[in-house]
């Protein structure tokens, strides 16, 4: 054998083994293109071309803890009649975006506490029968939880005030995540000290670094899966407050309004819908007032 042939030949053995070594091919654009219309079609999250980088590095961590050899196996296993309910709960989990922080877009929260519940307080929110407030992205639980705090916070002072909480996300893994009410140290860094106080625990092993949420304000939020894009959310109440902040803007034309239309119904008459700071309702053509900078009060 020559030399020339021979070193070819220990390069090709090397690319096979590196090949078993890491077995998860590349997405390929077929494969990425079934993968968009199903999550388009079934999420409503829009999955354009350029996210086919992001959505094969995901996956490829699915593929690898599966034990699989490649992405065929893997759609093979997402679509089957057998698998297809268990690993599509996972494939939810990694292809969602799930930014939330305490206190985000706090001039909301200023308004809730500081104008309308001391306005809506006055006209029976809260008295006859508990306020309900809905958080439709919940991810792992900053945004209910910081509603839970502004509420509490007025109960204080209206001790007839009462209130329920509901998180709801598509995604099982972060739901979980709000349900324990345990977060890393530095995410409760936009909670305001006095009220870092009085509702978080800091783990009695500091070098944790973690804080929980404490019981009773735990309690009265309630973790519930739901797919936003369902043709029935399967909620037997209506709102007085829902917040859908930073939701639509991964939505389609369409679906926006589809959701939007949606959420209004859910809203008791007066009740306040809450939006993102990059969200608007412009050209849905809703029977909504606007209060405040995306804050919208449905007409009575």
């Given at each position: 054998m020559s030399?020339?042939t021979?070193?070819?030949?220990?390069q090709?053995e090397?690319?096979?083994?590196?090949s078993?070594?890491?077995p998860?091919a590349?997405?390929?654009?077929?494969q990425f293109?079934?993968?968009s219309?199903?999550i388009?079609g079934e999420?409503g999250?829009?999955?354009?071309?350029a996210?086919?980088?992001?959505?094969?590095?995901?996956?490829q961590?699915?593929?690898r803890a599966?034990?699989?050899?490649?992405?065929e196996?893997?759609?093979?296993l997402?679509?089957s009649?057998?698998?297809k309910?268990g690993?599509l709960l996972h494939m939810?989990d990694?292809?969602?975006?799930?930014?939330?922080?305490?206190?985000?877009?706090?001039?909301?929260?200023d308004?809730?506490l500081?104008r309308?519940?001391?306005e809506r307080?006055?006209?029976?929110?809260?008295v006859?029968e508990?306020?309900?407030?809905?958080?439709?992205?919940s991810?792992?639980g900053?945004e209910?939880y910081?509603?839970a705090m502004?509420?509490e916070?007025?109960?204080?002072?209206?001790?007839d005030?009462?209130y329920?909480?509901?998180g709801?996300?598509?995604?099982?893994?972060?739901?979980e995540?709000?349900?324990?009410?345990?977060y890393?140290?530095?995410?409760?860094?936009?909670v305001?000290?006095?009220l870092?106080?009085k509702?978080?625990?800091?783990?009695?092993?500091?070098n944790?670094r973690l804080?929980r949420?404490?019981?009773?304000l735990?309690r009265?939020?309630i973790f519930?899966?739901?797919n936003?894009?369902?043709?029935?959310?399967?909620?037997?109440e209506?709102f007085?407050?829902?917040?859908?902040r930073?939701?639509?803007?991964?939505?389609?034309r369409?679906?926006?309004a589809?959701l939007?239309?949606?959420?209004?119904?859910?809203?008791?008459?007066?009740?306040?819908?809450?939006l993102?700071?990059s969200?608007?309702?412009?050209?849905?053509?809703?029977p909504?007032?606007t209060i405040a900078?995306?804050?919208?009060?449905?007409?009575?």
């Open positions: 030399d020339k021979a070193s070819k030949s220990w090709d090397g690319q096979h083994r590196e078993r070594k890491n998860t590349d997405l390929s654009q077929e293109e079934k993968l219309r199903f388009e999420l999250i829009k999955m354009p071309p996210k086919h980088v992001m959505l094969e590095s995901r996956l961590k699915r593929v599966l034990g699989l050899l490649g992405f196996q893997y759609l093979k997402v679509f009649d057998e698998e309910h690993e939810i990694a292809v969602t975006t799930n930014k939330t922080d305490f206190f985000r877009e706090p001039d909301h929260f308004n809730l500081e309308i519940l001391p307080y006055g006209a029976g929110w809260g006859r508990p306020l309900r407030v809905w958080s439709t992205a991810s792992s900053e209910p910081t509603i502004i509420l916070e007025f109960r204080e002072k209206h001790q005030f009462q329920q909480v509901l709801t996300d598509i995604s099982t893994q972060v739901l995540r709000g349900r324990t009410g345990i890393p140290e530095e995410r409760i860094l936009p305001p000290e006095p870092r106080k509702y978080l625990l800091r783990s009695r092993d500091r944790a804080v949420v404490k019981p009773d735990r009265r939020v519930h899966r739901l936003l894009m369902s043709s029935d959310f399967g909620l037997n209506r007085e407050v829902i917040f859908c930073n939701v639509i803007i991964y939505f389609d369409f679906n926006q589809k939007l239309r949606k959420l209004y119904d859910y809203l008791r008459p007066g009740g306040l819908l809450f993102g700071h969200e608007t309702l412009a050209g849905m053509e809703l909504l007032q900078p995306t804050i919208y009060r449905k007409v009575d």
